[in-house]
């Protein structure tokens, strides 16, 4: 094993080593993927980021000591390797490098806790005990190589429509909506929580004149549950705007999010195929549908829901059937929003108030937002609050507040429709449940 020296740099990924450098020498890095001694011949698969790559030593025509090297060699293993290129129909790329060096800077111990070849199958829990090897996997990097480009899409876009990226306090010193779904902590002498939810940072910056604003943060929710769209700890993307309402922030999320599956297909090809995802590029508006409509749908289909309730999980499956790809779910009733949804000026039982919807899947919440003191305050204390523990926020409505309105959006949700993925802990590198806290 060694370091690596300065004659050791890397000239090609695994990717670029293909025939278009047939006959030159290349230095590749990466893990050592499977090894096949056959006696008068080794085979030894290279993994990078990129791809795979075939080292082909004949047994008489490898230097006896480079022969020795490559038959120590164990899987996973790191090393660095300098070779020619050669054509070779069978092999990866269509072409192998025939070794001339190379350096072990990692044994990996065996037997490795999983196998990252994926010819034996490991549950979650196993693969997530041991995420770093899982990672090597191409199927589980190409879910976060779409992930990165998810995420990028959504930060140029806001930057070339004039947003501005905030960034809010995640030490709380109460609820951001109230309830009691909060993540007490220590903080010196005071008891302190993690944040729920940037929403009350943002409308703040409305009345400081930001006019547009985004963030994509980690956001906490203490909630019990268990299930495979539930995690404690998430990834939100943010966004609040000055003199918009609702309808104007729905054609904002709807624009943004076929932005992103565009991008998606053009620039992740290889990770959707890896994943066997045919996405499919939704155009126009998509298709609203309005809380009262929706609650007939869902009795249609004998599952039991009352006006005012929100959706159960059985609701929401029942609704997903009926609907294809993404919509609107709008004109949710105020009781259960939260205090800062703008009620509908002439039908005050119902509010400013959206859900995007992806099937049976709720990736995105949004409203215009009540922008008048008086009336904050008292959607507050109607929700059982005490208005007073909210002055540094309702202070910034003192002095001038615009109209605005906002989405939160659920980054792992949302990856979860690109990648074709039905469990939320795979869209997360290191996901965080009631039950899981490391690694």
């Known amino acids: ?70 038959r120590k060699l164990r899987k996973e293993s790191v090393i660095g390797l300098k070779g020619t290129v050669q054509e070779s129909g069978k092999a990866p790329n269509g072409v192998e490098i025939i070794p001339t060096e190379i350096k072990i800077f990692s044994l990996a111990n065996q037997p490795l806790p999983m196998d990252p070849t994926d010819k034996v199958k490991a549950e979650i829990d196993t693969r997530l005990d041991s995420r770093f090897l899982d990672l090597r996997r191409s199927s589980v990097s190409s879910i976060f190589k779409i992930k990165s480009k998810m995420l990028h899409t959504f930060r140029t876009f806001f930057e070339s429509n004039d947003f501005l990226e905030i960034n809010t306090p995640k030490l709380v010193a109460s609820a951001t909506e109230g309830g009691t779904e909060l993540f007490p902590i220590t903080y010196f002498e005071k008891e302190a929580f993690l944040g729920q939810s940037p929403q009350l940072y943002k409308q703040m910056m409305m009345s400081a004149g930001f006019d547009k604003v985004y963030e994509i943060a980690q956001i906490f929710r203490a909630e019990e549950h268990d299930t495979l769209r539930h995690l404690n700890e998430a990834i939100s993307i943010d966004m609040e705007a000055s003199f918009m309402d609702d309808v104007d922030v729905m054609k904002i999320l709807n624009d943004l999010v076929q932005k992103v599956i565009i991008n998606v297909k053009q620039n992740c090809k290889e990770e959707l195929k890896t994943l066997e995802v045919d996405l499919e590029t939704p155009e126009g508006h998509f298709e609203i549908v309005k809380y009262d409509d929706a609650v007939d749908m869902i009795n249609s289909k004998d599952v039991p829901m009352e006006w005012g309730e929100d959706l159960s999980r059985a609701a929401e499956k029942a609704l997903g059937d009926m609907m294809n790809g993404y919509y609107f779910l709008t004109e949710w009733p105020t009781e259960i929003k939260p205090f800062y949804a703008m009620p509908n000026e002439e039908n005050p039982i119902n509010s400013h108030a959206f859900d995007l919807m992806y099937k049976d899947l709720e990736i995105s919440s949004g409203a215009m937002r009540v922008h008048q003191h008086d009336l904050l305050r008292e959607k507050i204390a109607e929700k059982g609050l005490n208005p007073d523990a909210f002055g540094g926020y309702l202070k910034a409505f003192e002095y001038g507040m615009p109209p605005h309105a906002g989405w939160g959006l659920g980054a792992d949700r949302f990856n979860m429709t690109l990648t074709g993925l039905e469990n939320i802990r795979e869209t997360v590198l290191f996901p965080r449940d009631r039950r899981r806290l490391t690694p």
């Open 1 to 70: 094993m060694t370091r690596l020296s300065n004659d050791w740099r890397r000239t090609h990924y695994t990717k670029d080593a293909n025939e278009s450098v047939t006959g030159k020498e290349v230095t590749v890095m990466g893990w050592i993927h499977e090894i096949r001694d056959l006696g008068g011949i080794v085979f030894v698969l290279i993994r990078d980021k990129k791809g795979i790559l075939q080292l082909t030593a004949p047994t008489k025509e490898t230097e006896p000591q480079l022969l020795e090297d490559i």
